[in-house]
């Protein structure tokens, strides 16, 4: 009776165990990290994110220098 007790108790816990492990957690990363090694594959559209990050980069530092000028 109490071996059985043991094993049941042992089940509950192994079976309340996490599967996920931190190194491996796809939510850490940005979706601009995302789409960056999304451009970097060899899947069809690819290079069409690569091109909207690069303009997206592109206006991004064109309003930054807009924002730096002085009235």
Do not use: E, Y
């Amino acid at each position: 009776m109490k071996a059985l007790l043991i094993v049941a108790a042992a089940a509950c816990l192994a079976g309340c165990a996490s599967d996920k492990t931190p190194a491996n957690d796809r939510d850490t990363m940005t979706q601009r990290q995302r789409d960056s090694v999304l451009s970097q594959s060899g899947l069809p559209g690819a290079q069409g994110v690569g091109r909207a990050l690069s303009a997206s980069d592109s206006v991004r530092a064109r309003n930054a220098r807009l924002d730096s000028i002085q009235p």
